[in-house]
C-alpha cells in the first residue's frame, strides 16, 4: 500500500452512541492492521479505507425463553458471507465461511482460516474491505487484558453480545468445548460463545475470537490457528432482534438472516443493566 495503515489504530475512527433500544456504531479510516506493502499470499486486495454504519440490539435478548433453547434455535452463519460483527478498531467481522468455491463452512478443512489463511498477515486480517475470520492480534493487544487475565472485549456481534479476545480467566486460550485442550469451564459452546453470569461483565452471553497469539511480525501470521480452535469466532447467533448494516463491503445480509424477538425472549444481560 502506498499509504501504509498504522498497525497501532490511530488512523482508524470508530464511534458508539446509544439511540433508544439501538447501538449505533460508525467506523471509517484505514482499518488497524498490518502496514504491509506487498499483497500476502494469493490474496490480490491490500486494505483500504473503510466506511461502516452498523445498528445492532443496545441490550440483547436471547431468542428464546432460556440458553438451551436459544443455543437449538440459533441463526447459523455458516454459510453467511460478509459482515457478522464489527471489531472496536472498525473492522469488519467475518465467520469462518470462504464463499461458495468452498462451500458451507462445516469444519477445519473448509473453513476461511484454512483455506485462506496463507493470506492473513500477522494482525490476524486479509483482504478489502480488510476482514477478520479468527483472533484480532494486534488488536487484542491492544485493547489488553482485563484483571483476571482475560482478554477484553475487542468487538459486537450482529445480536448486540459483546467479543471478546482469545484468553478465557486466567489467561486460558478459549476453545470449543470438548476440544484438544480446552478448559473445562471457560471454552465455547458451537455458536462460539459462553453463556453464564460468572463473566465479569454485565452480559448473559459473550462470544469469543479464537486463536493463538501471533508473533506480530510474520506474514502470513504465525503460528496460525487450527483444527482445535474451529470455528474460531461466532459460528450461530443466540440473540434476537433488528440489525441494519451499510458500508464499504457489498450489501451485508445478516439483517435477513436474524430472527425477531417475541414475548418469551430472555433477557441476555443482568438485572439493572444500563446500555452505555
Not at 475512527?13 to 494469493?42: D, F, L, M, Q, W
Not at 487484542?140 to 456481534?157: F, L, T, Y
Not at 470449543?176 to 463473566?199: F, L, P
Request: aromatic share 10%.
Amino acid at each position: 500500500a502506498t499509504s501504509p495503515c498504522s498497525s497501532t489504530g490511530t488512523s482508524a475512527t470508530y464511534s458508539e452512541t446509544i439511540s433508544g433500544a439501538v447501538r449505533k456504531i460508525s467506523a471509517g479510516g484505514c482499518p488497524n492492521n498490518n502496514p504491509h506493502t506487498p499483497c500476502i499470499g494469493n490474496n490480490p486486495s491490500e486494505s483500504s479505507m473503510q466506511n461502516w454504519k452498523f445498528d445492532i440490539p443496545a441490550s440483547p435478548k436471547l431468542i428464546a425463553a432460556d440458553y438451551a433453547t436459544s443455543l437449538a434455535q440459533s441463526v447459523s452463519l455458516s454459510q453467511v458471507g460478509g459482515l457478522i460483527g464489527v471489531a472496536i478498531n472498525g473492522v469488519e467481522i467475518r465467520s469462518c465461511y470462504g464463499g461458495t468455491k468452498y462451500g458451507t463452512c462445516t469444519n477445519f478443512a473448509n473453513s476461511a482460516t484454512a483455506v485462506e489463511g496463507n493470506t492473513f498477515d500477522y494482525c490476524g486480517g486479509h483482504g478489502n474491505p480488510y476482514h477478520y475470520h479468527q483472533v484480532p492480534t494486534c488488536l487484542v493487544k491492544q485493547v489488553g487484558n482485563r484483571s483476571d487475565g482475560s482478554s477484553g472485549q475487542v468487538g459486537w456481534a450482529a445480536d448486540g453480545f459483546p467479543v471478546y479476545g482469545n484468553k478465557g480467566p486466567g489467561g486460558v486460550l478459549i476453545k470449543r468445548c470438548g476440544q484438544a485442550g480446552a478448559d473445562a469451564k471457560w471454552c465455547a459452546d458451537k455458536c462460539g460463545g459462553y453463556y453464564g453470569s460468572d463473566y465479569s461483565d454485565s452480559f448473559l452471553y459473550r462470544y469469543f475470537m479464537m486463536g493463538p497469539d501471533s508473533d506480530l511480525n510474520t506474514n502470513p501470521v504465525s503460528p496460525s490457528a487450527t483444527t482445535e480452535y474451529f470455528p474460531f469466532l461466532m459460528y450461530c447467533l443466540v440473540g434476537c432482534g433488528s440489525v441494519t448494516a451499510t458500508g464499504t463491503d457489498r450489501t451485508p445480509t445478516i439483517g435477513s438472516k436474524m430472527k425477531a424477538c417475541t414475548a418469551n425472549s430472555a433477557a441476555g444481560t443482568v438485572a439493572g443493566y444500563v446500555a452505555a
